[in-house]
């Protein structure tokens, strides 16, 4: 009895952050961004994820969300997503913060409070100019009432108008701006709601254990959080069979793929942390 206390005291004790990126659902088959299977029909996907390419040819921009929403919808999580899952329900205080839009870390079993998604979530459809705003899991851009009206005679009707390469393009039911994937893009800001949350987690105690996995670390911002997550201590542990800024920080560089590596990193850090 005494022995169970002070393991599931010391168990709550441990504080984690996992930071992740798009090299976690790489093995789900969801191309990373940058390298060359992140490649779609020839385009660089970081030059289609701005507000200047949605103004240039949103199209163009939907096509690829709208596949990637398809690909994500087929996908299942796979043992890097439920290693992360494994180590949120085991640790008392943890947060995962993902530059993930996907929804691959939702559906292995973090709950939404234990987790920031920092750039967004692909299968919310936003208006481009008002607040308006879709939550829609069911993989279609077209948020429901704003493209299509109930059919009058027999077959739906789009209320979009029905010019140019926008014609059949989801349009915001308030103000008729286009809609747009509820994501963040180069040279927009992060949600600050998100931001605060990422902040209240590192101003709330020093983590002992740091994981940042699948991610280029190329937004510095990224980097920050991991080294004020890791100091006075904490281990820092990086996951990436390439090596990345963050590496030279990290005290720990694991160079293998995250569903190998995961699972039983998460199995060490458990094992360490309930040893009396
Ligand atoms: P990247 O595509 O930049 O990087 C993927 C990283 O995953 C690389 O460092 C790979 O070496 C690594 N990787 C590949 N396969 C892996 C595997 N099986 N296991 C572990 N690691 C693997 O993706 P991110 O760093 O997530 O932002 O990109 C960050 C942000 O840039 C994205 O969220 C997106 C993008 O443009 C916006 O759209 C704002």
Request: hydrophobic residues 40%; contains cysteine; aromatic residues 8%.
């Amino acid at each position: 009895m005494i022995w169970k206390i002070a393991v599931s005291s010391r168990f709550y004790f441990v504080r984690v952050l996992v930071l992740t990126g798009a090299g976690v659902s790489a093995e789900s088959g969801i191309p990373t961004f940058r390298g060359k299977d992140g490649y779609w029909k020839n385009l660089d996907p970081t030059k289609l994820a701005t507000p200047e390419a949605f103004a240039r040819d949103p199209q163009l921009v939907w096509d690829w969300y709208r596949e990637r929403r398809e690909r994500i919808g087929n996908a299942r999580p796979n043992a890097a997503h439920e290693a992360v899952a494994r180590l949120a329900r085991r640790t008392g205080e943890f947060l995962l913060v993902t530059q993930n839009v996907d929804d691959l870390h939702a559906r292995a079993g973090i709950t939404a409070e234990k987790m920031v998604q920092i750039h967004g979530d692909i299968f919310v459809t936003r208006c481009s100019c008002c607040e308006s705003s879709y939550v829609g899991r069911g993989g279609s851009p077209e948020p429901p009432g704003a493209c299509a009206v109930q059919p009058t005679k027999g077959r739906l009707r789009s209320i979009a108008p029905t010019f140019g390469k926008v014609a059949n393009l989801p349009r915001c039911p308030e103000c008729h701006a286009l809609m747009r994937p509820g994501v963040v893009w180069f040279g927009e800001q992060l949600s600050r709601n998100e931001l605060e949350r990422v902040e209240d987690f590192l101003g709330g105690g020093t983590c002992d254990v740091v994981i940042v996995a699948g991610t280029t670390a190329t937004f510095g911002y990224i980097i920050d959080w991991a080294l004020r997550g890791s100091r006075n201590g904490a281990e820092l542990i990086e996951v990436n069979p390439e090596e990345t800024p963050l590496s030279r920080f990290a005290t720990k560089q694991v160079r293998e793929p995250a569903a190998i590596a995961l699972p039983r990193i998460v199995d060490e850090v458990l094992a360490e942390h309930l040893r009396l």
